[in-house]
């Protein structure tokens, strides 16, 4: 079992950036692929990016690819997502979520075997 607690989100203006952290415990980090999703108001969850759980590996969906980066540190169990150049369309409750892979290597985009609650962002314009 793995727990999940976000944090980090708030109220940016447009171009500003934020840092979103998932605390993970319960279970060995470095053994889990990370994914971080996102729900904005009346839509649908969207997978946002994602790292293998060697952490050589990364995904991001095409709105976010070279403005959001994710990196790991496995000595605070703790996954991160980079947020720069926010846009008013970013606004969402962001969330993180765990996969148990088979290959190291794989970086999910659903599927996920554990979640956390959320961290709210808003961007204004």
């Known amino acids: 079992q793995v727990q999940l607690v976000e944090s980090g989100g708030g109220l940016v203006q447009a171009g500003g950036s934020l840092r979103l952290s998932c605390a993970a415990s319960?279970?060995?980090?470095?053994?889990?692929?990370m994914g971080w999703f996102r729900q904005a108001p009346g839509k649908e969850r969207e997978f946002v990016g994602g790292?293998?759980?060697?952490?050589?590996?990364?995904s991001y969906t095409n709105s976010v690819k070279g403005r959001f980066t994710i990196s790991t540190d496995n000595a605070k169990n703790t996954v991160y997502l980079q947020m720069n150049s926010l846009k008013p369309e970013d606004t969402a409750v962001y969330y993180c979520?765990?996969?148990?892979?088979?290959?190291?290597?794989?970086?999910?985009?659903?599927?996920?075997?554990?979640w956390g609650k959320g961290t709210l962002v808003t961007v204004s314009s």
């Open positions: 979520a765990a996969k148990i892979t088979y290959y190291s290597s794989t970086v999910p985009s659903d599927g996920m075997n554990y």
């Open positions: 790292i293998s759980a060697s952490g050589r590996y990364t």
């Open positions: 319960g279970r060995t980090f470095s053994g889990y692929a």
